[in-house]
């Protein structure tokens, strides 16, 4: 009697406890947002104030999925010194939370089946008033991926405003992207924040406007614009991509001369790129190749090749192109404003270049085969070149200095352009490839150098 009255005792308890855990299952999942938003977002926000507490971290409305195992944000704001962040919509799931709750060395194996989907996020540098937002972005752990969509980053302040901040020369950049992708992404070692690693990285509709002002000295006391090797070598963290393409981008690079003048552009459309072995950090010497092509200024193709030795203490490379037929006096959108010369005609019908630089001295050849060139020089205040002195100073040129016409003689020989440049201290890479591309072509038709 006494094992049967001991069994039934058991049996109620059991029932009892189960019944208990029961019902508290059943009451987290019905109120299971009132729970984690009284319980799990003031722990959220006390172990963030702990660890930054010169920041702040408001959260929005936390819902959670059972069935889904997802965990849901309304919206997210982090305010430091340097940034403010702000995230209209966060989910994460497929997290193992006993392993975080643990909080053993392994936590972040908890992770390695996570999926991160965040809708509308905007970040602001408040220093430079500089903004980065995107509409859309899906991280999977598990399929190693990454996808961004409609990219953008800009300047909060006007031209005028951002220019006038500082006394010294400055470079405003605008990027506009509509979709990004990322494949082969090591994504538990890119939380741990020291090893980004990638096979592929694809950049669809890149659009890029770039515009110096250059009515104002550079800054002699900072820093020099790092070149890619440079630039690599100062990062701490592992960098290794296999591959980066870009996919129908545009580019506007422009110099302005004066404030409120119109500044001269060089465009770029339709280009498509191709990088590969992206690395820093590597025993083994690495060389990345870039291979490319675009319209020119709305008129003819150019295409590039470029080897870098990424890894290399100075800074070298070999680049090579060339040029299909354009009109010459598309040039006049950027020689106006920066040259003050102005073609009135004249037609390139085909241009090569291939230049070697050696810790920062490059030297090289370009070919042009171009008929009936004028230039006519302009006046430096008015852009008129209806002046008497205007209008010798174009004959003495066309007369004693520009090559007219650079076609193939009798014996299929032409004029080539000797290209000699060495590094300015404040050359930006791609104004750098630029200056010493055209230091050949005035060698061919007779631009003084710069």
């Given at each position: 009697m006494k094992n049967l009255y001991r069994l039934k005792i058991i049996k109620i308890g059991c029932v009892g406890i189960g019944s208990f855990f029961l019902i508290f299952i059943l009451l987290f999942l019905l109120f299971s947002d009132t729970f984690i938003s009284s319980f799990l977002k003031n722990q959220i926000k006390k172990t963030f104030t702990f660890s930054y507490p010169a920041d702040s971290l408001m959260l929005g409305n936390l819902h959670y999925k059972v069935w889904s195992n997802s965990l849901e944000c309304d919206s997210v704001t982090m305010i430091s010194g340097e940034y403010a962040c702000c995230i209209k919509q966060l989910s994460v799931s497929g997290i193992n939370w006993i392993k975080i709750l643990r909080n053993k060395d392994s936590a972040l194996d908890a992770f390695r089946n996570a999926v991160i989907n965040v809708r509308d996020a905007n970040l602001t540098f408040r220093k430079s008033?500089?903004?980065?937002?995107?509409?859309?972005?899906?991280?999977?752990?598990?399929?190693?991926?990454?996808?961004?969509?409609?990219?953008?980053?800009?300047?909060?302040?006007?031209?005028?405003?951002?220019?006038?901040?500082?006394?010294?020369?400055?470079?405003?950049?605008?990027?506009?992207?509509?979709?990004?992708?990322?494949?082969?992404?090591?994504?538990?070692?890119?939380?741990?924040?020291?090893?980004?690693?990638?096979?592929?990285?694809?950049?669809?509709?890149?659009?890029?406007?770039?515009?110096?002002?250059?009515?104002?000295?550079?800054?002699?006391?900072?820093?020099?614009?790092?070149?890619?090797?440079?630039?690599?070598?100062?990062?701490?963290?592992?960098?290794?991509?296999?591959?980066?393409?870009?996919?129908?981008?545009?580019?506007?690079?422009?110099?302005?001369?004066?404030?409120?003048?119109?500044?001269?552009?060089?465009?770029?459309?339709?280009?498509?790129?191709?990088?590969?072995?992206?690395?820093?950090?590597?025993?083994?010497?690495?060389?990345?190749?870039?291979?490319?092509?675009?319209?020119?200024?709305?008129?003819?193709?150019?295409?590039?090749?470029?080897?870098?030795?990424?890894?290399?203490?100075?800074?070298?490379?070999?680049?090579?192109?060339?040029?299909?037929?354009?009109?010459?006096?598309?040039?006049?959108?950027?020689?106006?404003?920066?040259e003050h010369h102005r073609i009135k005609s004249g037609i390139i019908k085909f241009a090569d270049f291939n230049i070697n630089v050696i810790n920062g001295h490059a030297e090289g050849k370009v070919s042009m085969v171009y008929k009936d060139l004028y230039i006519a020089v302009l006046n430096k205040n008015t852009g008129s070149e209806n002046g008497i002195i205007d209008r010798v100073s174009s004959l003495f040129g066309r007369i004693f200095v520009i090559r007219g016409s650079n076609l193939p003689d009798k014996n299929g020989k032409i004029k080539i352009g000797a290209t000699k440049y060495s590094r300015k201290h404040d050359d930006y890479f791609f104004q750098y490839i630029w200056f010493a591309l055209r230091n050949g072509i005035g060698d061919v038709v007779g631009f003084p150098p710069r």
């Amino acid at each position: 009697m006494k094992n049967l009255y001991r069994l039934k005792i058991i049996k109620i308890g059991c029932v009892g406890i189960g019944s208990f855990f029961l019902i508290f299952i059943l009451l987290f999942l019905l109120f299971s947002d009132t729970f984690i938003s009284s319980f799990l977002k003031n722990q959220i926000k006390k172990t963030f104030t702990f660890s930054y507490p010169a920041d702040s971290l408001m959260l929005g409305n936390l819902h959670y999925k059972v069935w889904s195992n997802s965990l849901e944000c309304d919206s997210v704001t982090m305010i430091s010194g340097e940034y403010a962040c702000c995230i209209k919509q966060l989910s994460v799931s497929g997290i193992n939370w006993i392993k975080i709750l643990r909080n053993k060395d392994s936590a972040l194996d908890a992770f390695r089946n996570a999926v991160i989907n965040v809708r509308d996020a905007n970040l602001t540098f408040r220093k430079s008033l500089n903004e980065l937002n995107f509409r859309k972005l899906h991280l999977s752990v598990p399929d190693s991926e990454v996808a961004v969509y409609s990219i953008k980053y800009y300047s909060l302040n006007k031209d005028e405003i951002f220019f006038a901040k500082s006394k010294f020369r400055q470079t405003r950049f605008l990027f506009d992207i509509s979709s990004l992708s990322i494949t082969g992404l090591d994504c538990l070692n890119m939380f741990r924040g020291n090893i980004y690693k990638a096979k592929c990285i694809n950049i669809y509709d890149l659009f890029t406007d770039i515009l110096v002002n250059m009515d104002k000295p550079y800054d002699n006391n900072s820093s020099n614009p790092k070149m890619p090797n440079e630039f690599l070598a100062s990062i701490k963290d592992i960098i290794s991509i296999d591959s980066l393409n870009i996919y129908k981008g545009r580019l506007n690079y422009s110099e302005r001369f004066e404030i409120k003048a119109k500044p001269g552009i060089v465009t770029f459309n339709d280009v498509n790129f191709c990088i590969t072995n992206i690395s820093n950090h590597s025993v083994q010497p690495v060389t990345s190749i870039i291979k490319g092509d675009g319209i020119f200024l709305n008129s003819g193709r150019m295409k590039l090749f470029m080897k870098i030795p990424i890894n290399a203490e100075d800074f070298s490379l070999r680049y090579s192109g060339s040029l299909s037929p354009m009109d010459g006096s598309r040039l006049n959108s950027f020689i106006e404003p920066g040259e003050h010369h102005r073609i009135k005609s004249g037609i390139i019908k085909f241009a090569d270049f291939n230049i070697n630089v050696i810790n920062g001295h490059a030297e090289g050849k370009v070919s042009m085969v171009y008929k009936d060139l004028y230039i006519a020089v302009l006046n430096k205040n008015t852009g008129s070149e209806n002046g008497i002195i205007d209008r010798v100073s174009s004959l003495f040129g066309r007369i004693f200095v520009i090559r007219g016409s650079n076609l193939p003689d009798k014996n299929g020989k032409i004029k080539i352009g000797a290209t000699k440049y060495s590094r300015k201290h404040d050359d930006y890479f791609f104004q750098y490839i630029w200056f010493a591309l055209r230091n050949g072509i005035g060698d061919v038709v007779g631009f003084p150098p710069r």
